[in-house]
């Protein structure tokens, strides 16, 4: 799955501009309503299919999360975990959209925000059963978890939506049309601004200990054609990845060469362009180094490069070429983003820290990138999640996304990180070929 974030929204959010500083120079968020705030006026129908997640399952469960709500609800060891977001404390009644699915009755438990209640379910008719109130003590995200008690047959009953009343304003997903994406989570980005005829651009991330979830996608070097990050594709595999987009006219992206071990291959469904990665097992807390090239072939393409520095192999290590027609430029939009590609695994938080951004012009200086711009797609944007943040912290850029958390940090603005000064020590004459 090649990431959403560098689509044309990335670039549309980028353009609106990366020059400005913000007054806010530290992880402070500030709370603020989203575009697509529902107001409360009655009960708000709060989907499942957007909004919800199976949080445990014994192995071999069989529920599931699809387009109707929760269902095959069998077991009483798997928990279903629903969010939605009050923009004010005070207090929160919740009811259950749900129907008997085989079976006289169930007894389910729906836990509100750590106070559980018991709801019985009969009939195979849906209706609206009422959970209970409880008070909300600060604005932020309020978590419904449902677990099964008992039952006579063999569900517990399906669960299409919650209905929530309270006077305070909600944030939900609600674009039926986006569930997948909503469910994926917010997607954020930093926008750097570089000088003109920026030939190699570096970068470094860290990803603290404990936010290497899988399905993460922390991609540091991103420019107008193609990106390059680290990703976690599952518990036993991890990626170094870079990709460069086909021609804007359809013409093929092609490889030039790739490094010892490298994976190159064709990609599709968000856009198609070449694709190389690196199975490698990088660590969280551990700081990796990139460094990105674009260079006119002087026949009307460009060549696009990447390498990758682990501190634990202490050296370069080169990833792939590759060459776009139709196109005859240096680096622009240099970027890095932070996103989840699977939507099962959009409530769980993810964090990064990036750090040290430089650009090398074609003359051989290098200039410190310290501003950069704190955009989201979207999912952000529209409100259909809130759990996003980015800003500074301890010295570097930083950025979060999923788990829905609260406060969030809003995005469009810019933040200016303190220079270090010190160019990165490394010759890009003698990088690996």
């Not at 050296?315 to 932070?338: D, E, M």
């Amino acid at each position: 799955m090649q990431p959403r974030s560098v689509l044309l929204q990335f670039s549309v959010l980028l353009l609106a501009g990366c020059g400005g500083t913000s007054a806010v120079t530290q992880e402070a968020p500030r709370a603020v309503q989203g575009a697509q705030a529902v107001a409360p006026a009655a009960a708000s129908t709060v989907a499942l299919a957007g909004n919800a997640f199976i949080t445990s399952a014994p192995s071999g469960a069989t529920e599931i999360i699809n387009d109707n709500g929760l269902a095959n609800w069998t077991s009483a060891n798997t928990v279903t975990s629903i969010w939605f977001r009050v923009s004010a404390a005070g207090s929160v009644t919740v009811a259950l959209d749900a129907r008997l699915a085989g079976g006289a009755s169930s007894t389910v438990r729906a836990t509100v925000n750590g106070t559980p209640f018991t709801v019985n379910l009969a009939g195979a008719a849906s209706k609206t059963y009422p959970v209970g109130t409880v008070n909300v003590a600060a604005p932020g995200y309020v978590r419904v978890d449902l677990q099964g008690i008992s039952k006579s047959g063999g569900y517990f009953g399906d669960v299409s939506a919650l209905k929530v009343s309270s006077s305070a304003t909600l944030n939900y997903a609600n674009d039926a049309a986006n569930y997948y994406w909503s469910r994926r989570g917010p997607s954020v980005h930093l926008g750097y601004t570089a000088p003109a005829n920026t030939e190699y651009f570096y970068n470094e991330v860290t990803v603290p200990a404990g936010q290497d979830k899988i399905g993460s996608y922390y991609m540091a070097n991103g420019f107008g054609q193609g990106y390059f990050g680290i990703q976690v594709k599952s518990p036993s595999e991890r990626w170094i990845l870079f990709s460069v987009w086909d021609a804007d006219s359809g013409a093929k992206t092609t490889l030039v060469k790739k490094g010892a071990g490298v994976v190159d291959n064709a990609f599709g469904g968000e856009g198609t362009g070449g694709q190389s990665y690196l199975v490698y097992n990088w660590a969280a807390g551990t700081t990796y180094r990139f460094i990105t090239r674009a260079r006119p072939d002087g026949a009307g393409a460009t060549d696009y490069s990447a390498w990758f520095y682990a501190p634990e192999q202490a050296g370069w290590r080169f990833i792939a070429t590759w060459k776009r027609p139709a196109i005859s430029t240096y680096l622009t939009g240099v970027h890095s983003f932070l996103e989840n590609f699977i939507d099962t695994n959009g409530y769980l938080e993810r964090s990064a820290h990036y750090g040290n951004q430089w650009a090398r012009t074609t003359s051989g200086n290098w200039t410190e990138l310290t501003t950069a711009r704190f955009t989201g797609d979207a999912t952000a944007t529209n409100a259909q999640r809130m759990d996003y943040a980015g800003g500074l912290h301890n010295g570097r850029f930083y950025m979060r996304n999923g788990g829905f958390f609260s406060p969030y940090v809003p995005v469009n603005q810019s933040f200016t990180r303190p220079a270090t000064g010190v160019a990165p020590n490394v010759d890009v004459t003698t990088l690996p070929q």
